[in-house]
């Protein structure tokens, strides 16, 4: 069994009706921290005025577009988070996309959106790096 947060993976067959309301809740929590972040940097890039010396300004327009980034990311995120809650319905979570082997239990802990297997990850990473070369 591995653990996250304190609270312990159900054991059993992969994927079993108890793990997979084990990573629903793991997910929930995620998009509510997620959520949380999205609201406060909204509320952040708001905030951000106009100034009347050009460096003030020139400072919050680097301010305002990271903030711009920050959002971009988050967004992403949010997006896989309830892409990962539809497949647990459709009882796709947890298989790879690309080889339909498993995904396991101690890499969906770590990344709890993962679409492809540690492997599967590893290629399309490769493939990626030598084709933006």
Known sequence: ??????????????MNPAQKEFFEGVLRARLVEVSDSARAAKVALA?????????????????????????ERLNAQIVAIYQAIQALKDDEYGWCEDTGEEIGIERLLAQPTAKLSAAAQARFEAASAHFNR
């Open 47 to 71: 905030s951000l005025g106009v100034a009347a010396d050009a460096l003030d300004q020139g400072l919050i327009e680097e301010e305002r577009s990271a903030l711009y980034r920050t959002l």
């Open 1 to 14: 069994m591995s653990a996250v947060n304190g609270n312990e993976v159900p054991a059993g067959e992969y």
